[in-house]
């Protein structure tokens, strides 16, 4: 028996149109439900054959038990106020945004018998929309919950299993504790690619014919979708603020050791670097 | 009929190896032969069974009319004098280092009558070694060579028909071009690299199980071996400084933005760098 009667998407991007297509492949619904914004993504959404589609997000929620929230990060609070009319007594709440502290807030916008859990399945890539959507894309990923402790244990275990049967990994944590992690992990590597991007287009000796894999692989994440990176950023200000300081003053650590011809302090400093992202390899 | 009687490797890692693999498979050479400082090495190239491995490289360049330099960029000098009592007259020397201008002024340590051609196959990366050797290495990748004007025209030749038959898209330039256009496109990036890893790591939110694509590919390079990659920044300081310092610009750029939540700038420098990183793929 499929664990919900209805599940809908509001918001089918990339993560959005990916719930559909793992739902419908793993049946985790009697039926499934999407809304988006634009015209061209809900042609894409109705091509899938997966999902009721609708233009109006509270017609969309509406009898759906599992509602799941995939809107842009700063637009969290107005889609939470849009589905409210729509939303069925004890219809569960969950979202998938990059930042946890902001959207918690956002979330007391729903009413008081709907509960919130938050996700945030770590399977962003830099193609967004739902033309990339792919039903493995949570297959082994990290997905991170941030109950508060305070929701309905029937809720958090629904969602939990949720994202189980997608295939992916569970952390739980608290929403600033998440926010800090993805900082580090996520938000700062994504701004420091941005940098080094707009620094190397500067440089005078940039060839483009010239650019191979170290440059590409650095600056990958670079390519991804600046309407979706400025919410995250502004929504996640302090840690990824302190982590790109963090990236200045090391840049200018090995700067001043390159200035100075001073070998054992750059040998020290790429070793420990090397030796840092190796490790990243041996935890996979 | 093989381009060369018998081609000498000096100092064979991943470049080197590579070398000997793809001249054996080509027919480029009568025979071949290579020289490694360390044993483990040496047991490496013994074992692909295509050259003669020596532990002397006066003797490994004996009788050879192309010799190709492939020791880390810091110890150029010392290679050259060390290979100078056994260079055949006329035999032609080249290299494989990411740094040029240094390498040229090392190179006048060769006998008069051994003509050099700067070489730089765009084909390393962050794993190191001739175990990791693959004769399809240089196979559509970039190699820069920076001939001065002042050599002999049939060696240079030689050496261009030598990279071609290897795969490498040959990119001709002088020295100090070609050391700008490396930094911006390479050292600058590791650099970058480097002082991201080293950020993360530091942040009190890093977790190394949450780390995903991204933090992964925007920190591979600084994977790479610090014993060469010190060597190549110092042998290249003035542009891999500035590149650095236009990081660090580009950071605080982008962290100011964050801090005084100023959306149109952080828009308008995402976009920039999403714009420019598209374009390195367009340019593929």
Redesign the interface.
């Known amino acids: 028996m499929a664990q919900f009667k209805r599940i809908a998407v509001v918001g089918a991007g990339l993560i959005g149109g990916s719930i559909l297509l793992a739902a419908a492949r793993k049946g985790l619904a009697g039926s499934l439900a999407c809304w988006s914004r634009s015209e061209k993504s809900r042609a894409t959404l109705r091509d899938f054959g997966v999902a009721e589609v609708f233009d109006d997000a509270a017609t969309c929620v509406r009898g759906a038990d599992l509602v799941i929230v995939t809107t842009p990060v700063d637009t969290a609070a107005e889609t939470f106020l849009a589905i409210t009319p729509g939303l069925s007594p004890g219809a569960i709440v969950t979202d998938a945004g990059s930042v946890k502290a902001a959207i918690l807030l956002a979330a007391r916008h729903l009413p008081a018998t709907n509960p919130f859990i938050g996700s945030h399945p770590?399977a962003g890539?830099e193609k967004a929309g739902a033309a990339h959507a792919a039903a493995n894309l949570f297959e082994g990923?990290?997905c991170?919950l941030t109950p508060t402790g305070a929701e309905d244990p029937k809720a958090l275990a629904a969602v939990r299993l949720f994202w189980q049967e997608l295939g992916s990994v569970l952390?739980e944590t608290d929403a600033a504790?998440h926010?800090?992690?993805?900082?580090?992990?996520?938000h700062?590597?994504?701004?420091?690619?941005?940098?080094?991007?707009?620094?190397?287009?500067?440089?005078?000796?940039?060839?483009?014919?010239?650019?191979?894999?170290?440059?590409?692989?650095?600056?990958?994440?670079?390519?991804?979708?600046?309407?979706l990176?400025?919410g995250i950023?502004?929504a996640n200000?302090r840690?990824?603020?302190?982590?790109?300081?963090?990236?200045?003053?090391?840049?200018?650590?090995?700067?001043t050791a390159?200035?100075a011809?001073d070998?054992p302090t750059?040998?020290r400093?790429?070793?420990?670097?090397?030796i840092?992202?190796?490790?990243?390899?041996r935890?996979e």
Chains 1, 2 share one sequence.
């Open positions: 770590m890539g990923r990290v991170f952390h504790q926010d800090e992690i993805v900082a580090a992990i996520s700062v590597p994504h701004a420091a690619a941005s940098a080094l991007m707009l620094a190397v287009m500067d440089q005078p000796g940039f060839r483009r014919f010239a650019a191979g894999a170290g440059l590409r692989d650095s600056t990958r994440v670079a390519a991804g979708e600046e309407s990176w400025v950023m502004l200000p840690h990824t603020v302190a982590g790109l300081l963090a990236v200045e003053r090391r840049a200018a650590e090995l700067r390159i200035e011809n070998v750059l040998r400093l790429l070793a420990e670097a090397r840092a992202r190796q490790s990243l390899d935890s």
